[in-house]
């Protein structure tokens, strides 16, 4: 009797291995496409820390943006619903701080601003590394405070166009690396000399470039798998 019972013990025991080790597979599985997961109806909210450089003529008789100032350190941030995995729509924002020109006085400050509205596009949103590419626009400042007194050119920014690479490390955090490029258009200013702001003459399009690695935290929403579950 005890060597039937033995014999039935492993027999089961041989036959549940193959169910628990395909268990333990789902499980696993599971958790890496909880890990690469792409986010749905999510608020999402990025910091970004990069370089920045601005080049080409104002415009008038203004000094180039390279005779004015060199590149500098910019912070980046964010603020966009994800209305799909593919798809943001939101805010952005940067602030910079440059280095000196040739032209620019040895004691002065050298900032610049941005502000407008974007729309990002994901390629891949369930693939752990996730190719996007964003589209904005909107408002410029830029600023160079001097021992005599301070500059200010405000514009617009008529195209900014950024690419990066999401690689996702849960549903709620990914990190990327970013480059992009916005052309920009300065329309007004007020210099040091000056009481008012003007018209700048014949303004060019001048061009900023950057790059950098920003964090994304996506808030409030949905995972895809979640998102099609639910529709199931």
Same mark, same amino acid.
């Given at each position: 009797m005890n060597r039937r019972i033995a014999f039935v013990s492993i027999i089961v025991a041989a036959a549940a291995q193959p169910a628990l080790a395909q268990q333990d597979a789902e499980v696993a599985a599971t958790a890496v496409r909880r890990a690469s997961g792409a986010p749905a109806r999510a608020w999402?909210?990025?910091?970004?820390? *990069?370089?920045?450089?601005?080049?080409?003529?104002?415009? *008038?008789? &203004? !000094?180039?943006?390279?005779?004015?100032?060199?590149?500098? *350190?910019?912070?980046?941030?964010?603020?966009g619903y994800r209305i +799909? =995995?593919?798809?943001?729509?939101?805010?952005?924002?940067?602030?910079?701080?440059?280095?000196?020109? &040739?032209?620019? =006085?040895?004691?002065?400050?050298?900032? &610049?601003?941005?502000?407008?509205?974007?729309?990002?596009?994901?390629?891949?949103?369930?693939?752990?590394? +996730?190719?996007?590419?964003?589209? *904005?626009?909107?408002?410029?400042?830029?600023?160079?405070?001097? !021992?005599?007194g301070t500059d200010?050119?405000?514009?617009? +920014?008529?195209?900014?166009?950024?690419?990066?690479?999401?690689?996702?490390?849960?549903?709620?955090? &990914?990190?990327? =690396?970013?480059?992009?490029?916005s052309?920009?258009?300065?329309?007004s200013q007020e210099l040091a000399q000056q009481g008012s702001f003007s018209n700048i003459s014949d303004p060019n399009v001048n061009f900023f470039f950057f790059g950098g690695v920003m964090g994304r935290f996506d808030l409030f929403g949905q995972t895809a798998q979640d998102t099609r579950v639910a529709s199931n």
């Open positions: 999402e909210f990025g910091v970004g820390l *990069g370089y920045s450089q601005g080049v080409g003529d104002i415009g *008038g008789n &203004s !000094p180039t943006l390279t005779d004015l100032t060199h590149g500098g *350190g910019e912070v980046q941030l964010n603020v +799909d =995995p593919h798809w943001l729509v939101g805010l952005y924002g940067t602030a910079g701080k440059y280095s000196l020109g &040739s032209l620019t =006085p040895d004691g002065s400050d050298v900032w &610049s601003a941005t502000a407008g509205v974007q729309a990002n596009y994901h390629l891949l949103p369930d693939q752990q590394w +996730d190719p996007w590419i964003g589209l *904005g626009g909107g408002w410029r400042g830029h600023w160079i405070s001097k !021992p005599a200010v050119r405000h514009g617009l +920014d008529l195209a900014r166009v950024q690419v990066g690479v999401d690689y996702r490390v849960s549903p709620e955090f &990914s990190v990327s =690396p970013y480059v992009g490029a052309a920009t258009m300065f329309l």
